[in-house]
């Protein structure tokens, strides 16, 4: 079981420079899990008091997973991960 | 230093007089490794707000799915101050997540006179933002790109 995982260009010192990087997992938890495993330090980056960073977008089959349950979105061979972090501030 | 052209300046300031007293934003794309802004990309605030700005994540996605087929990377990551001057807050400090980019801030705060003209004068400065460190720049404002 294969997922293809983006990383956006600031997550890229994790992954050696590559912008995508396969994984595994049933779930978007288990998935991140398994990308901390190969990539160590990602997950601080992704995950934060045990939820999705605010921050941070991440999408499967370009659904961002906020709206198809998160953490606990679900998974299969052959899916598209990307993560991208959002573009905001404020004054 | 950020080199843009007149007609990608103007369209920053002009997208950021419009949505005043909103946060404007958007982004200048440019070929990869390239420092040219060459694609100028209005976005909408999906947080509609005077004080905060936020890329619409469905956007957000299309956006850097465009970019990435096209090889290209945002050169540019612009987004106005309707009451505060042009300098990066510690909000835009820290979400700032492209250590390549040149973020532009504009302030509209001056720029509106009572009559209702916007004539008045626009900041408009540039700054590099890496890990949580700060750097104005200079900007050359030319013609067109070379």
């Keep these: ?91 | 230093m950020l080199t843009i052209d007149q007609a990608t300046y103007d369209a920053i300031v002009a997208h950021a007089k419009r949505d005043h007293p909103d946060e404007a934003c958007g982004i200048v794309a440019g070929p990869e490794g390239s420092d040219r802004p060459e694609r100028f990309i209005e976005m909408i605030n999906a947080a509609g707000s005077p004080t905060f700005y936020e890329f619409d994540s469905t956007d957000l996605l299309q956006l850097y799915k465009e970019m990435d087929a096209n090889d290209e990377e945002p050169v540019i990551v612009y987004h106005s101050h309707t009451a505060t001057e042009a300098y990066p807050s510690r909000t835009d400090i820290g979400l700032a997540m492209e250590p390549n980019a040149h973020y532009v801030l504009v302030s509209t705060r001056d720029c509106f006179t009572d009559g209702g003209n916007d004539d008045g004068p626009v900041e408009f400065r540039s700054f590099r933002i890496i890990d949580g460190n700060v750097t104005e720049e200079e900007i050359s404002i030319v013609a067109t790109l070379s």
């Design chain 1, 1 to 91: 079981m294969a997922i293809e995982v983006k990383i956006p260009t600031i997550l890229r010192t994790y992954t050696a420079g590559e912008k995508a990087v396969s994984a595994e997992g049933k779930t978007l938890s288990a998935l991140i899990d398994d990308l901390e495993a190969n990539h160590s330090g990602i997950k601080e980056r992704l995950i934060d008091n045990g939820d999705l960073r605010r921050f941070i977008n991440v999408y499967i089959n370009d659904e961002d997973v906020r709206f198809i349950g998160g953490l606990d979105a679900e998974l299969k061979d052959g899916d598209q991960v990307v993560v991208l972090p959002a573009v905001a501030g404020g004054c």
